[in-house]
């Protein structure tokens, strides 16, 4: 199975900081990488996928980059309505696994 | 409005056995593939299985965690997708949310629901 290995598992930061997550896989797997944000009782949300773009509606604040082994989400300039968990995922071949989650809470 | 609804989680004791529900609505359901993802208390997402659509020939993929143990069906003509879940144990405890599949450059899932508690305890 693949595993992702997402950095840092949590981070505090402020309103208008720049914010990078990063991820890693056990092995090489090109693009097949998404990243989703998620609130507390609420749906998941797609935010990137296959590693660099942008999902339609989601703020252009938000970017993914990587292939291969690694990859990273970026945060431009961190809102109030940013703080969130943010997983990535691989879609590579299955079990499909997603990273531990990184925390994103207000500094 | 283009969602999915989860309903029939609850509390179950070990070994026993519930049916989760999907509900889809706004988009036409049997196009997709649909998988099931969940999420234990306090911990991160973890995938569980998928269905194909019809022509892919409605085939599954499962987890090892609850390979032989759960069963993922759809009924196209009601637009729902069915978690059958057996055998039961506490670390299956979870909110689990449906998610709808899409493919562009690769597999990923654009549209979630909201979720549904269970609860494996006696």
């Known amino acids: 199975d693949v595993q992702m290995t997402q950095s840092p598992p949590s981070l505090s930061a402020s309103i208008g900081d720049r914010v990078t997550i990063t991820c890693r896989a056990s092995q090489s797997i090109s693009t097949h990488l998404h990243w989703y944000q998620h609130k507390p009782g609420k749906a998941p949300k797609l935010l990137i996928y296959a590693a660099s773009s942008l999902q339609s509606g989601v703020p252009s604040r938000f970017s993914g980059s990587g292939s291969g082994t690694d990859f990273t989400l970026t945060i431009s300039s961190l809102q109030p309505e940013d703080f969130a968990t943010y997983y990535c995922?691989?879609?590579?071949?299955?079990?499909?696994?997603f990273g531990q989650g990184t925390k994103v809470e207000i500094k | 409005e283009v969602q999915l609804v989860e309903s029939g989680g609850g509390l179950v004791q070990p070994g026993g056995s519930l049916r989760l529900s999907c509900a889809a609505s706004?988009?036409?359901?049997?196009?997709?593939?649909m998988d099931w993802v969940r999420q234990a208390p306090g911990k991160g997402l973890e995938w569980v299985g998928r269905?194909?659509?019809?022509?892919?020939?409605?085939?599954?993929e499962y987890a090892p965690s609850v390979k032989d143990r759960f069963t993922i069906s759809r009924d196209d003509s009601k637009d729902s997708l069915y978690l059958q879940m057996n055998s039961l144990k506490t670390e299956d405890t979870a909110v689990y949310y449906c998610?709808?599949?899409?493919?562009?450059?690769?597999?990923?899932?654009?549209?979630w629901g909201r979720g549904t508690l269970v609860t494996v305890s006696s």
């Open positions: 706004g988009f036409t359901f049997s196009d997709h593939y």
């Open positions: 998610a709808r599949g899409q493919q562009s450059h690769s597999w990923y899932f654009d549209l």
């Open positions: 269905t194909r659509n019809k022509a892919n020939g409605y085939t599954t």
């Open positions: 995922q691989h879609s590579y071949n299955t079990p499909r696994t």
